[in-house]
């Protein structure tokens, strides 16, 4: 889309550091630079995990819907974050390579695959780039180098920067909370409760499979270290929009800022005082928990719920996304059998109602046109739900407001199939619940634990419609009800024939 492409309402989005949602303009006009906090690549995402990249690409699909190009990097870190987000503990690279008995680099390659698979699964655009901490760690070091005769001290576990170099620390998680950072594991030297890693340096006699050489010992960079440098890198300071969980606002986020705040300082030739207000992005964006009814989810509990055992269950990974979409990104989400249950009949409906039209259309090109030619030449029913879904989409990413404009679409009546549908393909070009290809039986996911196989359920229903044509209803009951025992609902009538029944 280019950017002549703009429709009606401005775009508005929250900021977290001024805690207020602002009217968005790009640093660059017509091009927007964006930078992801990605995963640790040490076990599979959580579904926690995943919202924020279901969020992100909801950012990302809206910018271009506003017409703006866009430059969008996920890093993946494979060093130097440690087992307590709160800058404690061991490397979560290294404890998961002993516990499993592996190479670092294969547990790496492993969950940064499964990790693409997931995004993949939910219609998420891949990233402008992956960027990988472990290849960047000679510009880490550099980056340290510049900012550490100021604003960092060494010990001898490592170089930690001062966080009391800074101005305004901690001003995105709304101050510095010295309650908060109490909490974290000592460490003796340090000179502020605040302060964190810049470089670990490897314990006396002790080999890690990830190390290099730097100015202050063998050792591997800290885990806040790799945004700062990677996005600079490949987007520049400053940059339009840094997002990330709600849980990195309070220690990660901020204490990339201090580095760029450094950083930014020593360029402009004031090493001493590190410029207030620079944080390297202009707008921090961060999405809210995925919750269950044990609280924040988190691998940490020893039981979380990937969207690998989603499919396993039966359950399209789309339905998780509608679930996102469901909810606004700023609001905590509740997730349930029930509730990803009720996505799933959600989502089957949608798809239903898109494949009645175009049936209906066949022939007709439904893909959707240049946004300002469908405004100009759209029903009259159905220009109003395109300037609605703008406004609500344009504020804030407001979904849970877009979802039923694009169901009152598909349910209107007495409007041109292909009007609908181009309108329809618009629609999901911003939601990406890839509405135009899914056909129901993409929908119909086999349980891990089924007991019958979909040709065994076939080979009976046949058999059933065979004992029905004879007026043998004893017999075709006793078939329905063996099929319900099995996990398999018949839908008489439906040219689907039947469905599996979920038991999450």
């Known amino acids: 889309m280019s950017e002549d492409q703009h429709i009606a309402a401005p775009l508005r989005l929250f900021n977290s550091v001024t805690r207020s949602t602002e009217s968005f303009a790009p640093i660059e006009q017509g091009h927007v630079r964006v930078y992801s906090c990605g995963p640790t690549v040490y076990n599979y995402a959580h579904l926690g995990n995943l919202r924020a990249y279901v969020f992100t690409d909801t950012l990302r699909r809206t910018l271009l819907w506003k017409g703006l190009a866009v430059t969008h990097i996920i890093n993946i870190t494979d060093v130097g974050h440690l087992t307590s987000d709160a800058d404690a503990g061991d490397d979560k690279m290294e404890a998961a390579a002993r516990a ?4 670092i680099w ?3 390659a492993h969950y940064t695959d499964a990790f693409k698979s997931n995004v993949a699964a939910l219609n998420i655009i891949a990233p402008s780039e992956w960027t990988v901490a472990t290849d960047y760690v000679p510009q880490m070091i550099a980056f340290a180098e510049k900012i550490a005769p100021h604003h960092c ?11 009391g170099t800074v101005p305004d620390y901690g001003a995105l998680a709304g101050g510095r909370d010295d309650a908060a950072h109490a909490r974290i594991d000592p460490v003796a030297g340090k000179r502020n409760a605040s302060d964190f890693a810049i470089w670990r340096k490897s314990p006396p006699g002790e080999q890690r499979q990830m190390e290099w050489d730097s100015p202050w010992g063998k050792g591997a960079p800290g885990w806040h270290l790799e945004c700062s440098v990677m996005s600079q890198a490949r987007l520049g300071h400053p940059f339009d929009i840094h997002t990330g969980g709600i849980d990195h606002r309070e220690i990660h986020h901020p204490n990339e800022i201090a580095q760029n ?3 930014h300082a020593a360029c402009c030739g004031e ?6 207000g620079f944080t390297g992005a202009r707008w921090w964006m961060h999405n809210n928990f995925l919750v269950d009814r044990q609280g924040k989810m988190s691998k940490s509990k020893g039981g979380f719920t990937t969207l690998f055992s989603l499919i396993d269950a039966g359950i399209h990974p789309l339905a998780y996304r509608l679930l996102c979409l469901g909810a606004h990104y700023r609001s905590e989400l509740e997730f349930s059998a029930e509730g990803v249950g009720a996505a799933l009949t959600r989502l089957k409906r949608l798809v239903m109602g898109v494949e009645a039209l175009k049936a209906r259309a066949e022939g007709v090109t439904w893909q959707s046109p240049r946004l300002d030619f469908l405004r100009a030449n759209l029903h009259p029913k159905l220009a109003p739900l395109l300037e609605q879904f703008d406004a609500a989409i344009s504020d804030d ?3 849970p407001r877009a979802l039923p ?4 679409a598909i349910a209107l009546k007495k409007v041109p199939v292909d009007e609908k549908l181009c309108l329809i393909a618009a629609f999901d070009f911003a939601l990406g619940l890839n509405l135009l290809t899914l056909n129901r039986a993409d929908l119909r996911l086999q349980s891990k634990d089924a007991q019958i196989t979909p040709e065994e359920i076939e080979a009976e229903l046949d058999r059933r419609q065979s004992a029905r044509a004879s007026k043998d209803f004893a017999l075709s009951d006793e078939i329905r009800d063996a099929l319900a025992a099995r996990g398999v609902e ?4 439906d040219p689907l024939r039947w469905d599996w029944r979920l038991s999450l």
């Open 405 to 408: 404009l694009l169901e009152e």
């Open 106 to 108: 294969d547990i790496a």
């Open 397 to 399: 990413l407001m979904t």
């Open 490 to 493: 018949v839908m008489d009538g």
């Open 271 to 276: 090493p001493d005082a590190a410029t207030a």
């Open 100 to 103: 499993q008995a592996k190479s």
């Open 153 to 163: 001290y060494e010990l001898e576990t490592g170089l930690y920067f001062d966080s």
């Open 261 to 263: 705040q450094a950083f």
